[in-house]
Each structure stands twice: as structure tokens, then as C-alpha cells.
């Protein structure tokens, strides 16, 4: 008697799993637009502005120490509820972040990180608008 196995890359049964992701396959036309995509994106000045400024921090310790600290610092902005922006504590991590982009390089880092991100959150967001994906 033949038993029913499920297979484990079938994307059917592993969608929505906690810790697997789902495999999707790409038609070729499909993937050479991604690729397209992708080499714009290596091609436009903020992609270049940033992996220089990502050179430049990962080329000094204490800069990208420094970058790491602002980073923590902003997620910790990030999570204080809305109720206690105005906190001392929240003061004091502001306080703190600003201290540390006073550093151009770390400052020149975060900007330029900020407009690259931005641009890849605008072109993601243009995907799922034009793919009529409901979020």
C-alpha cells in the first residue's frame, strides 16, 4: 500500500510554514527583467554614492563602529511608544545619535544609506502597485 509523503520543496505545502520559505520559479523573461532591474539599480548614482560611503566606513573601524552605535540607536528610537517620545530616556538616545553623526563619515554613511534605501523601497513599491498586490 502506497502512503502519501509530502515533499519538502513543494512550495504548496511550505508556504506560510514558520521558517520556510516558499520557492518560486522564474520564467527566463521573467528573471532577465529582475536582472535588468538589478544592474540599473548598480548603475544609478545613489547605488554608487552608498558603496562608497560602505567602503569608506568598512575601511575604519571606529567609523563603523560608530555606524553600528547610530544604527542601534535608531532602532531603540524606533521601538520607544509614541506616549514616551518625549521622554528623558527617549531625549537621551536622541541626544546620543546626534552626537555620533556629528562624525561626517558616519553622517555622510547614513545619507547616503537613507536615499539608496528610499529608492529601493520606491521601486518595490512601484512592483507591488503595477502587480495589483493587496498588502
Known amino acids: 500500500?502506497?502512503?502519501?509523503?509530502?515533499?519538502?520543496?513543494?512550495p504548496v505545502h511550505n508556504y506560510g510554514k514558520r521558517g520556510v520559505t516558499a520557492k518560486v520559479m522564474l520564467n527566463s523573461?521573467?528573471?532577465k527583467s529582475v536582472e535588468?532591474?538589478?544592474?540599473?539599480?548598480?548603475?544609478?548614482?545613489?547605488?554608487?554614492d552608498y558603496r562608497e560611503q560602505k567602503r569608506i566606513a568598512n575601511s575604519n573601524r571606529e567609523t563603523a563602529s560608530l555606524i553600528e552605535r547610530?544604527?542601534?540607536?535608531?532602532?531603540?528610537?524606533?521601538?520607544i511608544p509614541?506616549?514616551?517620545?518625549?521622554?528623558?530616556?527617549a531625549?537621551?538616545?536622541?541626544?546620543?545619535?546626534?552626537?555620533?553623526?556629528?562624525?561626517?563619515a558616519v553622517y555622510e554613511f547614513a545619507r547616503c544609506e537613507a536615499i539608496y534605501?528610499?529608492?529601493?523601497?520606491?521601486?518595490?513599491?512601484?512592483?507591488?502597485?503595477?502587480?495589483d498586490i493587496d498588502i
Open 1 to 10: 500500500m502506497e502512503t502519501h509523503q509530502e515533499k519538502p520543496d513543494d
Open 29 to 31: 523573461n521573467l528573471s
Open 36 to 48: 535588468s532591474v538589478i544592474a540599473q539599480l548598480r548603475q544609478s548614482q545613489e547605488f554608487i
Open 70 to 79: 547610530a544604527r542601534s540607536l535608531q532602532n531603540r528610537l524606533m521601538e
Open 82 to 89: 509614541e506616549d514616551e517620545r518625549n521622554s528623558d530616556y
Open 91 to 104: 531625549e537621551s538616545l536622541q541626544n546620543e545619535y546626534e552626537e555620533i553623526t556629528e562624525n561626517t
Open 117 to 131: 534605501m528610499t529608492m529601493l523601497q520606491e521601486v518595490l513599491g512601484s512592483i507591488i502597485e503595477q502587480a
